[in-house]
């Protein structure tokens, strides 16, 4: 898409924030989508390890899999000061400067690969000084979601703005995809923006809750009644006060009282929490409608039939309306970028996603060439299968660019979409050494599983002698997150595994099977296999760091294919751009797609 054909002040001089190493955005996408495409070791790191078979074969999987001539480097450089030199440190100096101790040349040179192929995050707000959040306004937010509605909420007031100004018409509704408890339509509705807004929102309970909130910031009231408080009262007093908000519990008294239907009738029972939140309409000022519905797509004709049509002026035909959203999890982002295709009413979007391990794969699992030849090196589980042989339409990748390169498409099966959510940036010594201590206890104990019996060796394709972590890998037992703790020691970590596994109904599959092949372990022996294991902990947190790190890749892939997607649909997107929209420190998903129609 054409520079010379934008006219808004808010786009930024490149549609995507890419290095200035590329001299235009289509060499980078060009570029981009030939790495990942050929990279082995990019695929191999982002899509390829799984954890729980870090162990199970020997020497292992960090001898196996990852390049001779870095495993000495990587396992003698502190976590930290991996971070520093894959994230931070002056690449240019490093390699200038010969010395032992230094990275070898090719894992330098794929550091300089994932920078530069990975879209810039650096951050600067919209404008100079925002509005500060009233604290009536700001209630229930911690100071994540005060730094990403401040900004956010400024930004969406000044494409709008701008939208109006290029376009001649301006944005009548701003439709808020996954809204939770409205904390930027609350903003976006009360001043200085006043804006008009529509929730849409599948939970109940979080829209009861954002209600709430919107009484106790002033754009609501809560439903006045007319009742015989003397009546009420005497009907409280004759019932536990645990039952004061029970509507039957309180008629029944009523009856055992003696009081006449007719007189129970008249009496309005609700609790104050079942009271309604009431709009009310003013010129001049902003307004909130909440829409109930599970979005499975990005057609909002149901949504739009459950507008009530605050202003009698604005007809359906006239509407004029933005869909926004921050972090809007998995497929969600996806519709709401595609609304802006499928409805006229929808002139613009700015969608921030996240959670890119839900979103579902369009094309199936992918393909890998020798020696990574089996999938995904992760076990099989039925929903790393049945997710990707999904093939949903609404998946990733959107564009056609993505879903037809080299003929095959580009495919990010879960473990890489969960690995980009990471934020390795952020990492600090404490919280990386906590997250690899839980990863180092579960490999090994997956280990201890499969010498007991409890698990087996899956081979794909051709069964062989040789223990490879290509041909093989083990079964699942899904475990989730124990009590605090349990990881204070890898004895307190066993013993709370078998626990709950042999305890807990939800886990009722592996009970006897545990308890018959585990019942008997010692402390001893657990003892002996985290002595065993414990000298090659940092084999696997220098992994994981590089998958982290690799995966900045992964959600510039997700992120630029939303882009494409956009800039492919010629006949209806006047113009679209990613930006930055806040502090990665503060929230590290800080990437907004914008799509302007024509």
């Not at 054909?5 to 030939?34: A, C, I, N, Q």
């Not at 985290?530 to 992120?559: G, H, N, P, Q």
Request: glycine share 6%; hydrophobic share 35%; with cysteine.
């Amino acid at each position: 898409m054409r520079q010379a054909m934008s006219s808004f002040e808010t786009r930024p001089e490149k549609p995507l924030p890419h290095s200035d190493d590329f001299s235009s955005t289509d060499e980078y996408v060009d570029r981009l989508l030939g790495f990942a495409a050929n990279s082995d070791l990019f695929r191999f790191l982002c899509g390829g390890v799984h954890i729980l078979d870090f162990f199970t074969t020997e020497p292992g999987l960090f001898v196996a899999a990852v390049p001779k001539e870095w495993q000495d480097y990587l396992v003698r450089t502190k976590p930290m000061d991996l971070l520093d030199f894959l994230m931070r440190d002056d690449l240019l100096a490093i390699s200038s400067e010969p010395d032992s101790a230094a990275p070898p040349e090719s894992l330098l040179q794929y550091v300089k690969d994932i920078r530069r192929f990975s879209l810039l995050r650096s951050f600067h707000p919209s404008k100079p000084k925002l509005p500060v959040l009233p604290r009536q306004v700001a209630l229930g937010m911690k100071t994540k979601k005060v730094h990403e509605v401040t900004h956010f909420a400024g930004y969406i007031d000044r494409l709008a703005e701008d939208v109006a100004h290029v376009s001649g018409q301006g944005i009548t509704h701003f439709v808020d995809f996954g809204s939770g408890q409205n904390y930027l339509g609350r903003t976006l509705a009360s001043p200085p923006y006043n804006k008009h807004i529509v929730a849409v929102e599948s939970k109940e309970a979080n829209m009861a809750g954002a209600k709430d909130l919107d009484i106790l910031s002033g754009l609501a009231e809560r439903e006045k009644r007319v009742r015989n408080k003397k009546l009420y009262h005497r009907i409280i007093e004759a019932v536990d006060p645990s039952l004061h908000n029970d509507q039957e519990a309180l008629k029944r008294a009523a009856k055992d009282l003696g009081i006449p239907d007719e007189e129970i009738a008249t009496i309005d029972l609700r609790s104050r929490k079942e009271m309604q939140a009431t709009y009310t309409v003013e010129e001049g000022k902003g307004t909130i409608e909440y829409v109930v519905g599970r979005l499975e797509h990005a057609d909002l004709t149901g949504v739009l039939s459950q507008l009530r049509g605050h202003e009698d002026e604005i007809r359906h035909d006239d509407l004029r309306m933005m869909a926004v959203s921050i972090h809007s999890c998995g497929n969600l982002s996806h519709y709401g970028i595609r609304s802006m295709i499928l409805n006229p009413c929808i002139r613009a979007v700015a969608i921030v996603g996240c959670c890119y391990n839900l979103l579902t794969e369009k094309l199936g699992p992918p393909t890998y060439k020798p020696p990574f030849s089996r999938p995904t090196l992760q076990p099989i589980n039925a929903r790393v299968v049945r997710e990707s042989e999904r093939r949903d339409p609404q998946g990733f990748p959107m564009s056609e660019r993505l879903s037809t390169y080299n003929d095959d498409g580009i495919r990010l099966n879960i473990t890489a979409r969960m690995m980009a959510c990471q934020a390795p940036q952020n990492w600090t010594d404490e919280e990386s050494d906590s997250f690899f201590t839980r990863h180092f206890y579960r490999a090994v104990l997956q280990k201890i599983f499969l010498d007991k019996g409890v698990i087996s060796r899956v081979y794909h394709g051709k069964e062989t002698d040789k223990e490879s972590p290509f041909n093989s890998s083990t079964n699942p037992v899904v475990i989730g997150s124990l009590r605090k703790q349990c990881y204070t020691s890898f004895k307190a970590y066993v013993r709370g595994a078998i626990n709950k596994l042999t305890t807990n109904l939800d886990f009722g599959q592996y009970s006897q099977v545990i308890k018959e092949k585990m019942g008997s372990i010692t402390d001893e022996e657990i003892a002996q296999y985290e002595e065993a294991f414990r000298a090659r902990k940092r084999e696997l947190s220098a992994v994981w760091t590089l998958m982290a790190f690799s995966a900045c890749v992964v959600e510039s892939l997700i992120v630029t294919d939303r882009w494409l997607f956009l800039r492919e649909h010629t006949d209806i997107v006047r113009d679209c751009w990613v930006e930055t929209v806040f502090d990665y420190r503060e929230s590290p998903r800080n990437l907004v797609v914008v799509g302007i129609k024509k």
